[in-house]
């Protein structure tokens, strides 16, 4: 067993070195106070998608038992992601290592840096007018909403702490490694030529195909055709339909 972890260690570190951080500074004066602004705006427009849009977009369509725990669902993912993104998330995904995941130099947000001493603050070399820690927050929204999408798959299906654990292994396992390869700056796919702006294929192919899975795994739904699972609230719904809308 020592061996094994040996190997992996031998093979598994050197992969995750820490790239260079000298690209990554600049001088807070040359950030721009507009495309700062409007970056910020549009993250909190996305989380607002997700949180009270999103919950209550699902809340609507299941049975009234069920409507508090559905919202809480997407409460609670947006917390772990949270948390997730800012321990390894964000670096995994967006530090220059290989064209497959990223490195730990962000692990925990070390190094991220907005005001200096020096004058001096970090940025993402692919987000060079505005400050790494708003580019962050920006990303981190979009991977929030990309689990809690999943949520939808099998509302009132499973367990509350089976979809945590679902939830959050599939953001550290799946969406981040998928995030590195369209959007990071060695990504293998990014350096094909692929272009993904609104997250097509890192947010909705990807979290439609794991919330098939899940649900292909679940089985048949318990007592469908033979009890009532009219919606609740369809009013909720077109509440949150148009906040996913607006947004």
Not at 32 to 59: E, Q, R
Not at 142 to 168: D, Q, W
Request: proline share 3%; aromatic share 12%.
């Amino acid at each position: 067993m020592r061996k094994w972890l040996l190997m992996m260690g031998i093979v598994i570190f050197p992969m995750m070195a820490a790239a260079s951080t000298e690209e990554w500074l600049r001088p807070l004066s040359e950030l721009n106070s507009g495309d700062t602004t409007w970056v910020m705006i549009s993250a909190i427009l996305v989380l607002f998608m997700t949180l009270p849009g999103l919950a209550l977009f699902y809340s609507g369509m299941v049975r009234k038992k069920n409507v508090l725990a559905t919202m809480m669902q997407s409460m609670s993912v947006a917390c772990l992601i949270g948390v997730i993104w800012v321990c390894f998330g964000y670096s995994l995904a967006f530090t220059e290592n290989t064209g497959f995941l990223g490195g730990t130099d962000r692990f925990f947000l070390q190094g991220l840096d907005l005001f200096s001493e020096k004058g001096l603050g970090t940025i993402y070399p692919g987000a060079g007018t505005i400050p790494e820690a708003v580019f962050m927050i920006f990303q981190m929204a979009f991977a929030i909403i990309a689990g809690a999408i999943i949520t939808g798959a099998f509302a009132e299906r499973m367990k509350f702490s089976a979809l945590l654990l679902f939830v959050g292994f599939w953001s550290l396992f799946i969406y981040v490694p998928t995030a590195h390869w369209v959007w990071g700056l060695d990504g293998w796919l990014a350096s094909d030529g692929v272009l993904d702006y609104a997250g097509g294929t890192v947010i909705h192919i990807n979290a439609g195909v794991a919330g098939l899975v899940a649900a292909i795994m679940i089985g048949k739904r318990v007592g469908y055709g033979r009890e009532v699972m009219a919606p609740h609230n369809l009013v909720l719904t077109l509440i949150g339909m148009a906040m996913l809308n607006n947004s």
